[in-house]
Every structure is written in C-alpha cells, then in structure tokens.
C-alpha cells in the first residue's frame, strides 16, 4: 500500500501555481507563437447578440475550436453565416484566460461557396427522404383527441421525460405512459432509437411521442439520421416529435405528423382554460340564477308568514281586555284579584278595585 506524501515532501523544490497563473501563462504562449493566419473550417452555432458580437464554432471532421469576431470586424462581414456554411477564416488563436478556454479571434471571414461535410450529409438525407415521400402533408395524421395510453421514447435521464409527465398528468391524469428508454445523442443513439421506434408498433398505444430538450446542432444529430426518421414514419400510430427548442428544426420533426410540443401543449392548455372558463361562468350564472329564485321563493315565504302573523295579532289585539277598556268599559276586581261578575259579588261596605283603560281606581260597594 502507498501513503500519500507529506505536503511539504510531494511540492519540495517544485514551484506551484495558481489557475490564473497558469491560464495566463498558456495565453503568453499561445499569443508568442501565432500571427495572424487563415483556416478553413464548417460554421455551428452562430450568435449574434445585440451586443453585435459574433460568437461560433468551426469544425471539420476531427476537431472544432471557439470563434469570436468582435462587432467591428462582423458590421464588415455582413450577415451573421448560416450553421454549415464553409468559410475561410482569417483571425488569431488566443485563450480565454478566465476559463481556460483556446479560442480563434476572427478579423475576417470569406464564404467558400460550398457546405460542410456534415451540412452536405444532411441534405442528402433530407433529399431521400423527401423523394420518398415522408415530407408529404397527405401522410400527415389527426392526433387523437383524449388518447389513454401513450408510447414516449426518450431518455430517462434528461428533463424533457419529466416536462412530458408533468404536463400530461396536469392535462390529462388519467392518460398512461409507456416510457421506452433510449439514448438521445453520442455514439449509439440512432441505433437505439431504431429499436425504441420499433417495439412502439408492438403496444397497444394511441399516440408516440419522440424527442428530447435542447442542444447544440450536434447534439441532435440522432434526429437528422436517415435510419431514424424512416423508423418514425413506419410507427403505426400518429406521432409526435418534441425534439429540441423551437428554432432547432431536425428532419424527425418534419416526418413526424406534428411538431412542437410546446406550442401543441399550450394550444391544448388554452382550449382546456377555455373550456374551464365557460364552465365556471356557467356555473356562475346558473348560481346566480338560482340565488335569484330562492330569494325570491324565500321572500314569497316571508311575506306570507307576515300576513299570517297580522292576522293572528289582529285577532289576539281584538280579544284583549285592554281593546274592551279603551272603549269606555271597566273591570271590578276583589283583593284577589278575581274578576267580580255579578251583583251577588259584591257586599255592601266591600272594598274593591276597579280597572280602567289607564289604571286602577279604589272602590267600595253601597
């Protein structure tokens, strides 16, 4: 077994430096044995910001580097180069210190008239294909509207498995999922989305939804292959490809009957905020109207109780005593308070008491 060193014994006489110091060491190098010079070189991923600034990388078939070319020299240029446009370059290597990175400072920059290798490879493939037919809008088929079991292939790894299954359970809880695992890019994705594409055939599935998130254009290279799109267009079901972000168009996203998850989804979303808006606003009148009916029912209610109740205090106030004193009557009463009735209640010398509409007055029988 072999113990590491002591600190002061692993550095002794060795000088030690810092990431910066060593970045900016490279970039003395680098800038001390390079003058200006051409090379020719595939455009990828092209950015142009407000700044003006161009930012892009060039490639050909072993190695890529960074590129910038800072606004002076891209208002000279012209236009910004489409991705696959073959250019030679005039320009300075440099590292960027703060990263570490080798990039080509480009001053200037002069088309080919050709396409890169890659770009040429694409555009055979899409030219087959559309010889045959896959590019066709009559091939094209209705997605399902509420459609119960869905085939997905992907990745499991990436987030665009889990954009699916939040938005799918939002929309449509009781829609199930079969996830068919897939890698998305680097060596072996086309062949693993073949297979993918193929079993979805053997489901007993409605829809097929295919795609990945973001990233650069060779990230998507699977989706451009030949073998993939072919496989896409044999799935017996309708499908749906949800690869990359709005601006990255792959061919898989033109064979496959819909593009655009994203903008399908939030179609969707608005048609089901629609239709949950009429509802609520149905539900809405319909409370209200029937709020209406029961205040008025309950008034017709009140009302009516409250000419019952008068009538039975217009009977019970004419029955009081107190309604026969006030017109003019009054009521002898004993010590008791016993009503007395009758001549024969009262003796001669008796007191009693005699009660009147607004009080009692003391008496004695004679």
């Not at 078939?61 to 891209?74: D, F, L, S």
Request: charged share 25%; with cysteine; proline share 4%.
């Amino acid at each position: 077994m072999t113990l590491p060193l002591p600190l002061s014994s692993a550095l002794a006489g060795d000088e030690v430096l810092s990431i910066r110091d060593l970045t900016a060491s490279l970039k003395r190098v680098v800038d001390g044995s390079y003058g200006p010079l051409w090379v020719r070189g595939e455009v990828l991923q092209c950015r142009a910001p407000s700044s003006g600034h161009w930012y892009f990388v060039l490639r050909d078939a072993a190695a890529q580097v960074r590129c910038t070319m800072w606004r002076t020299y891209a208002e000279r240029a012209g236009r910004p180069p489409v991705d696959g446009t073959e250019v030679f370059a005039l320009g300075r290597p440099d590292v960027y210190e703060s990263k570490g990175e080798l990039q080509f400072m480009v001053t200037r920059m002069l088309p080919t008239s050709m396409v890169g290798d890659q770009q040429r490879a694409l555009e055979q493939v899409k030219a087959a294909l559309d010889r045959d037919g896959l590019f066709d809008q009559a091939r094209k088929r209705p997605l399902p509207a509420y459609p119960a079991r869905v085939a997905v292939v992907t990745s499991t790894d990436g987030a665009a498995l889990s954009d699916i299954i939040t938005v799918a359970r939002t929309r449509w809880p009781s829609v199930r999922l079969f996830v068919l695992a897939s890698k998305v890019q680097g060596d072996g994705a086309t062949a693993e989305l073949v297979a993918a594409l193929r079993r979805v055939n053997r489901l007993d599935v409605q829809l097929c939804i295919v795609g990945r998130g973001g990233g650069a254009r060779e990230d998507l290279a699977a989706f451009n292959d030949e073998a993939v799109c072919r496989a896409l267009a044999a799935v017996r079901v309708p499908t749906v490809s949800a690869v990359g972000h709005e601006t990255d168009v792959t061919l898989a996203d033109l064979v496959a009957d819909v593009r655009a998850v994203r903008r399908l989804v939030g179609d969707l979303g608005a048609r089901l905020a629609g239709g949950l808006s009429r509802r609520t606003r149905l539900a809405s009148e319909r409370l209200e109207r029937t709020g209406d009916r029961m205040e008025a029912a309950m008034e017709v209610v009140i009302a009516r109780r409250r000419q019952t109740a008068d009538r039975l205090g217009a009977k019970l106030d004419a029955l009081s005593p107190l309604r026969v004193l006030e017109r003019g009557y009054a009521v002898p009463l004993d010590a008791a308070g016993r009503v007395l009735r009758r001549r024969a209640d009262f003796h001669p010398g008796d007191s009693f008491t005699l009660r009147v509409t607004d009080g009692d007055v003391a008496a004695r029988a004679e």
